[in-house]
C-alpha cells in the first residue's frame, strides 16, 4: 500500500521503507518501473536479494535487539 503516489510523478527524488516478511518483490517492481527516481529500502528478517530493485537491510540480528525506525533513519543518512 502506498498512499498518495501521485506525488511521486511531481518530485525529482523520493525515498521509500519497506517492511516485510515475504520474498514477493512485484511491489519493489511496480515502484520502479512507475517510479524510477525513487530510492526503495526493504527492511526483511531473512537475507533476500533485491538488486537493482532496492537496497536491502536485515532487521534481525542476534547479537543486538531490533532497531527503531528513527534510529535506521538517522544511520542512513536520511531525512524526515
Same mark, same amino acid.
Request: net charge negative.
Given at each position: 500500500?502506498?498512499? $498518495?503516489?501521485?506525488?511521486?510523478? $511531481?518530485?525529482?527524488?523520493c525515498?521509500?521503507?519497506?517492511?516485510?516478511?515475504?520474498?514477493? *518483490?512485484? *511491489? %519493489? %517492481? &511496480?515502484? #520502479? #518501473?512507475? *517510479?524510477?527516481?525513487? &530510492?526503495? !529500502?526493504?527492511? !526483511?528478517? &531473512?537475507?533476500?536479494?533485491?538488486?537493482?530493485?532496492? +537496497? *536491502? !537491510?536485515?532487521?534481525?540480528?542476534? +547479537? =543486538?535487539? #531490533? =532497531?527503531?525506525?528513527? +534510529?535506521?533513519? =538517522? %544511520?542512513?543518512?536520511? #531525512? &524526515?
Open positions: 500500500w502506498l498512499c $498518495d503516489a501521485y506525488r511521486l510523478n $511531481d518530485s525529482q527524488s525515498l521509500i521503507y519497506r517492511w516485510t516478511g515475504n520474498k514477493d *518483490f512485484s *511491489f %519493489e %517492481e &511496480e515502484i #520502479r #518501473r512507475s *517510479f524510477p527516481h525513487c &530510492e526503495i !529500502h526493504l527492511f !526483511h528478517p &531473512e537475507l533476500v536479494d533485491c538488486t537493482n530493485l532496492c +537496497t *536491502f !537491510h536485515s532487521i534481525v540480528n542476534d +547479537t =543486538k535487539p #531490533r =532497531k527503531m525506525l528513527w +534510529t535506521m533513519i =538517522k %544511520e542512513l543518512n536520511h #531525512r &524526515e
